[in-house]
Nanobody
């Protein structure tokens, strides 16, 4: 089992950068692919980025490609989402999640979720 605890987030201006972190408990962190998702008010949860257990296989939603970078540090049981050139439409609650095995954009396949963190981007 994993427990995921998120940190980071906040309120920024358009064009600014933020970094989100997600720290996992458990000794088998590298066996899990990790994902970042977001949910804006009144909307469904959507895929942002995912990364394989070994740090490979990273891919992004088209809406964030070239602006967001996902990485992981298996020695620290941590994943990051570096967000740059933020836009108002990036405003949402961001969630990290873990799935055993292959990285995927399908949020229904993820087994463990962080508590969520608010990111607000004003114009």
């Amino acid at each position: 089992q994993l427990q995921l605890v998120q940190s980071g987030g906040g309120s920024v201006q358009a064009g600014d950068s933020l970094r989100l972190s997600c720290t996992a408990s458990g000794r088998t962190f590298s066996a899990y692919a990790m994902g970042w998702f977001r949910q804006a008010p009144g909307k469904e949860r959507t895929f942002v980025a995912t990364i394989g257990g070994d740090g490979g296989g990273t891919y992004y939603a088209d809406s964030v490609k070239g602006r967001f970078t996902m990485s992981r540090d298996n020695a620290e049981n941590r994943v990051y989402l570096q967000m740059s050139s933020l836009k108002p439409e990036d405003t949402a609650v961001y969630y990290c999640a873990a799935v055993k095995g292959t990285a995927t954009a399908q949020h229904l396949l993820y087994d463990y979720w962080g508590q969520g963190t608010q990111v607000t981007v004003s114009s």
